[in-house]
């Protein structure tokens, strides 16, 4: 079973869950990379924006393709009450190379389930398979953290998709 885990992450957050899924499901890693510029106010400004509007942006080019992996897992944070531009870009550019598609979400307190949505519209009618959401306060628990860590990666694991 081959696993791709590719996020997105301004401050570290959506980072350490990443690291941290990898190292339990030995899997793969890509940093998706918005090649907009998104420094200062105006940066943070145009991001909030960028995100509630669903826009999309510029990101690098990958190394790895989801279509050499049996499941690949998106993390992003919320950007606006919605997912990144970068997240959806990187969705959106190959979503028809996803076998299975997993999303993982890390926000200040936004609940995970419209960002989720607003990953999917740009799946062409696909579904997420499984996804899972911390906000900042669940982050910095220690015990809550990895409980969401693993009921994700035995919700995610247990789908009868390998
Ligand atoms: C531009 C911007 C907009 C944000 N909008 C929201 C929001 O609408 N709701 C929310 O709960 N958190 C919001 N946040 C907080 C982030 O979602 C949260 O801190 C997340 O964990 C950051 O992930 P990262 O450290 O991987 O970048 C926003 C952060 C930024 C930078």
Redesign the pocket.
Known sequence: MKILIA???????????ANDLAKNLKADIEEIVDLKD?RGLK??????RD??KGYLTEIREIEKKPKNYDLVIV????????S?PAARTYIANNKDDFKNLAVF??????KPEKTVASLETVLNGNKVLTFEG???KE?KDEKIYREKLERFITNTTKKNIF
Do not use: A
């Not at 996020?7 to 869950?17: A, D, L």
């Not at 940066?43 to 909030?48: D, I, K, Q, V």
């Not at 993390?75 to 919605?82: D, F, M």
């Open positions: 996020y997105f992450s301004k401050n570290g957050h959506t980072k350490r869950v998104r940066g943070w400004l145009e991001s909030g995100g509630m993390g992003t944070p919320v950007w606006g009450w919605n990144t979400i890390t926000s200040g307190d936004t911390w906000s900042e982050l």
